[in-house]
């Protein structure tokens, strides 16, 4: 088991994370760094996509769809992850995590572009992800089925049950609930929530996000003003370690990279085709409106929110016991400048981050099921399946599960990569359309399939 653990650690750490990173520079280049050239538009998209295109009134919005993509990204990695990288790569990690998230974006753009332009309809809802932009776009059944299988096992099976067996390990050291307890709480609210379908999900994820999100950082934020003095010396303390002369003769810088560059990556998931499930939802004008909004959520999740805990561990961190790393520091740091309160306030947010979580990723789960077979009874079983491998999650031991989803997560990275490069052309295209729509003076441009000939049309379908 040591072996494998070991070829698991070894494949990310020397493949996975270097080709990752050439790959978010192609698409900086070829985008013409739209993440920089284009926040603007960004924002000005994310303020004014609220409402549905279609006027269905089942669809989701863009907005919605953003927040459901969000709860997936937003997890226990937010807390427990930064101080995991802090604790091995020192400080200088989060100015690579930082670096990271700016090009990463660029990487979230052009796949939830894509997921856009290949979506599918089911019913009164869109559907799409990786699965969709494989077979329609490179026409390939096999490795689209392939995926599909994979999101499922990784998603809405392992990664779950890592989130309920951090639930369950919080809420035991902060209320002594027991794990079955904890399983059991999960399992019911699961239940209500996921056999609503993406309607329901949607609705509680717009409710739960920007609640937990808006708790934490109000948090952090006032820690970070009482202590505003401390700021500068942080931010010496952060550049110093990821470029400083001492680092580098030590060797740390490239542990600093590593550990910044990888929690980066494992915290907002661009590249690795989860996003796109839930970008694929919503219902806009231009696919590029998406793609826009869902590089926002990388922003989001790691320069706002990995930040936040950054932040509170250079600040109530400082005198931690050298044993202490991961969710631990992070509740000693609050704890430290807050008072015992806060190891039950980090024990709730958790409970909401990893909840979050696990509902958005029962969406990922049923958009791939219903791309295997369109079959309700299907996504009703794999509905129960899910709760019951979730809840089981808060009761066993995760050592194994986790190398498991690191291997999974492997091939879903290198597939959708792989995809993603090929048919980036298309994204570069839309790009161009929307662009050149905003310099004739249209404030809102809408695509219609037929604008850019080099497209497959049969295979466009809701365009």
């Given amino acids: 088991m040591d072996l494998f653990l070991t070829i698991v650690d070894f494949l990310w750490n020397n493949i996975m994370v270097e080709v990752m990173v050439v790959i978010a520079l192609w698409f900086t280049i070829k985008t013409k760094a739209v993440q920089i050239t284009m926040f603007p538009e960004m924002i000005r998209t994310l303020k004014g996509t609220t409402q549905k295109q279609s006027g269905e009134g089942r669809s989701i919005s863009s907005v919605e769809a953003f927040l459901i993509s969000l709860?997936?990204?937003?997890?226990?990695?937010?807390?427990?992850?930064?101080?995991?990288?802090?604790t091995i790569g020192g400080p200088g990690a989060i100015f690579w995590m930082w670096v990271m998230a700016i090009l990463n974006s660029a990487t979230s753009f052009v796949e939830s572009t894509l997921a856009q332009l290949y979506k599918s309809r089911n019913g009164n809802f869109f559907i799409g992800g990786p699965a969709y932009y494989i077979y329609k776009g490179l026409k390939s059944k096999t490795w689209a089925v392939i995926v599909a299988i994979l999101s499922v096992l990784t998603f809405s099976?392992?990664?779950?049950?890592?989130?309920?067996?951090?639930?369950?390990?919080?809420?035991?050291?902060?209320?002594?609930?027991?794990?079955?307890?904890?399983?059991i709480i999960i399992g019911v609210l699961m239940s209500l929530t996921i056999f609503g379908g993406v309607g329901r999900v949607a609705k509680v994820t717009s409710t739960l996000v920007p609640l937990m999100a808006f708790a934490y950082i109000l948090v952090v934020v006032s820690i970070v003003l009482a202590n505003i003095g401390q700021i500068p010396a942080i931010f010496k303390l952060i550049i110093d370690s990821a470029f400083g002369v001492?680092?580098?003769?030590?060797?740390?810088?490239?542990?600093?990279?590593?550990m910044g560059v990888k929690r980066g990556l494992f915290s907002n998931e661009a590249g690795m085709g989860s996003a796109p499930n839930a970008a694929a939802t919503a219902d806009v004008s231009h696919p590029v409106n998406q793609g826009f909004v869902q590089a926002m959520g990388v922003f989001v999740d790691t320069l706002v929110i990995c930040s936040c805990t950054a932040f509170l561990i250079f600040i109530g961190g400082a005198d931690a016991p050298d044993n202490l790393e991961g969710i631990a520091l992070t509740q000693y740091a609050l704890s430290a400048k807050t008072g015992g309160w806060a190891y039950h306030f980090i024990a709730i947010i958790i409970f909401f981050f990893g909840f979050s979580t696990c509902i958005s990723n029962s969406y990922y789960g049923e958009a791939n099921i219903r791309f295997i077979k369109d079959s309700n009874l299907l996504v009703n079983i794999f509905r129960v399946l899910m709760i019951l491998i979730v809840m089981a999650g808060a009761?066993?031991?995760?050592?194994?599960?986790?190398?498991?989803?690191?291997?999974?997560?492997?091939?879903i990275v290198l597939i959708n990569l792989i995809s993603i490069t090929k048919l980036g052309k298309y994204t570069y295209l839309l790009l161009d359309n929307y662009k050149s729509q905003k310099k004739k003076g249209i404030q809102a441009p809408v695509f219609k399939k037929s604008q850019i000939k080099e497209l497959d049309t049969p295979n466009v379908e809701c365009w």
């Fill in 157 to 183: 099976f392992i990664i779950c049950s890592v989130q309920s067996n951090t639930i369950a390990i919080s809420a035991g050291q902060a209320f002594g609930i027991s794990p079955i307890w904890s399983a």
């Fill in 246 to 258: 001492e680092q580098v003769v030590a060797g740390g810088v490239g542990t600093a990279i590593m």
């Fill in 395 to 411: 009761i066993i031991p995760l050592d194994v599960v986790w190398a498991m989803a690191d291997l999974f997560m492997i091939f």
């Fill in 71 to 86: 709860a997936s990204r937003v997890g226990v990695g937010n807390l427990a992850g930064v101080a995991l990288a802090i």
